[in-house]
């Protein structure tokens, strides 16, 4: 059984929406488990006054009732709340009236570190605007969501997911000092995995690899620009004495370097992943650009936005993790009903002998 994730949804658009396919009957959801995950992702020091407009909840459309999953389609909703000051600049049919609200301008000056410049090349776009909706980190909250329906699922198998911020010396003071400058920071997360069996994932093809498939899913996080798993490249400058987890009898270890991983297939250990953000792109101090309607030099679009966004990036990278893992279990123990997907691993950890 195969669990997919599709979503839409711009920035400033009237909502964002997730359809996953692939989960199995009987799973039970708590809409307060979903929103508190939603809210965690709103949270966090530096964060743009966007988040005072957002009070971000899950809405189900489909494949749920009475708080239990059908085994069909699960289409969730989340609402864009500011969309109510872009109902002209974000219709989706061409609007009517005079312009008014947020967005009724193009934006023709590209922010270096967005996706601007490049998405209006690709795409022939001749506003920013149109480019920049959907990469924006927005987005994550409908990941968020189905994030936390993967954590549900895990959760059945005894399986639970947590991300965090790396301590950084005064990340705090860092953030204060880059409002103050008018700039911008990141910094670094990483998530921990706990109660993975071993055998999740595959070395028989790249694309099967776990470790592989966490890194994409990360990596494919707004802002991120680097993702490691267990010691990551701190393991280059090792010898292979210092770099690999010795096998007790019991076939656990004692260190842990492989981050839980080794060939691609989970080994039993706490997964560990870690990721880098960079700085966001939208400084108050704007940096050159061009202004692609006149082709002369500018100064990039400043709006709203984060001064830094890396306790969000904590909450959104746990629910990729989750996800990712939860398709991998889905992969390996199959089952129509939530109750034969806990009892193929349990037989699983039978066969293994792995308690
Ligand atoms: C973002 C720009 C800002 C952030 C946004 C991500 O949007 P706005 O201009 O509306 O303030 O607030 O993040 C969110 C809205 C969110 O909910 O995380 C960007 O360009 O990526």
Redesign the pocket.
Known sequence: MTLRLATAGE??GPALVAILTGLPAGLVLERKAIDADLRRR?AGYGR?P??QI?TDEVDVLAGLRHGRTLGTPLALVVWNR?HKNWTWGMSPWPPEGEPEGKGTKPVTLPRPG?ADLAGVLKYGLSDVRDA?ERA???H??VHVAAGSVAKALLGTIGVSVKGSTVEEENLRARIDEARKERDTVGGVIEVRVHGVPPGLGSYAAKEDRLDARLAAAVMGI?AVKGVEIGEGFALADKFGSEAHDEIRTDRRRDTNHAGGIEAGVSNGEEIVVRAAMKPLP?LMKPLASVDLESGKAGEALV????VAAVE?LAVVAEAAVAWELACAARDKFGGDAVGDFAAAWRAYLERIGWH
């Open positions: 920035s400033h709103q743009s966007r988040q957002e500011d967005h920049l924006s980190a927005r994550t909250a707004q939208t709006e709203r936005s984060d969000a």
